[in-house]
């Protein structure tokens, strides 16, 4: 395939000119594109060839983020944002790495940082990482349900005390909370503050779900109960439409 013909191209270039940065990244372009971990190493040595260009610095980013070193991966993404301060790059590499890992505040902090320094070509590419990030908080969010009615379950089975209960319906709302906050404060693109909405008020919902199931386990009124099940269920249906007309949006804009 074309890729094993660059590959192969790469080795050549880098065996000749084995001191050239640029030809150490294609090398690690083309090795990380395979799932190839030895990327890790060609992506290091251009870094340390030439310190001052961004780009080896997001290379080697995301082979360490491919290969699960996920605090290196942030390192490599800060140490590029530093090499280039007028890159956006560095900073939506950033964004996403924090969504994934559930820090919203930082995700959306490093967003805004990335919308201020966008040029005028590089909106597909936001584009691209907003979705990605939408989808890293819908993720969570659904886990936080999930794990919201898999308590519910247990403890009406017996399989969990209620003091055990409670503190696990506490860490979802929370959880909760913090994603209802990153959809409500992610600078959207154009057009998409609507879909962006339909996730927040997910959240929400998944927030009201979560105090009404902590005023079922301290009461145990059948009432918050149903109430609880209802808002996850309606918390739920609203999270599959936020991502059906996200995944819509984009394949319109792609």
């Not at 780009?55 to 993404?77: M, S």
């Not at 944002?81 to 939506?92: E, G, M, N, Q, T």
């Not at 995700?107 to 990030?133: F, I, Q």
């Not at 009461?219 to 918390?235: F, H, I, N, V």
Request: proline residues 4%; hydrophobic residues 40%.
């Amino acid at each position: 395939g074309w890729n094993e013909a660059a590959l192969d191209e790469a080795h050549r270039s880098v065996d000749l000119m084995p001191a050239d940065a640029s030809l150490r990244r294609s090398l690690g372009d083309c090795l990380r594109n395979e799932g190839d971990p030895s990327s890790i190493d060609h992506y290091t040595e251009a870094v340390r060839l030439d310190p001052k260009d961004a780009a080896n610095h997001v290379g080697l980013g995301d082979a360490l983020w491919n290969a699960g070193k996920i605090p290196d991966a942030e390192k490599a993404y800060l140490a590029a944002a530093s090499a280039d301060p007028k890159s956006s790059l560095p900073h939506r590499k950033i964004a996403r790495l924090s969504a994934v890992r559930e820090r919203f505040k930082q995700s959306v902090e490093a967003m805004k940082k990335a919308r201020e320094l966008l040029t005028d070509d590089g909106g597909a590419d936001y584009l691209d990482d907003y979705g990605a990030m939408l989808l890293a908080g819908e993720m969570a969010l659904s886990d936080v349900l999930n794990r919201m009615q898999a308590t519910r379950l247990k403890f009406t089975s017996g399989g969990v005390s209620r003091e055990d209960a409670f503190k696990e319906v506490a860490i979802q709302k929370r959880r909760a909370q913090d994603q209802s906050d990153f959809f409500s404060d992610l600078p959207s693109p154009p057009g998409l503050a609507a879909v962006q909405a339909l996730f927040a008020q997910s959240a929400g919902l998944a927030v009201q779900s979560g105090e009404s199931a902590l005023g079922y386990l301290e009461t145990q009124s059948a009432a918050a109960d149903t109430e609880s099940a209802l808002l996850r269920t309606e918390a739920a249906k609203l999270l599959s439409e936020a991502r059906a007309k996200l995944k819509s949006l984009t394949l319109r804009r792609s």
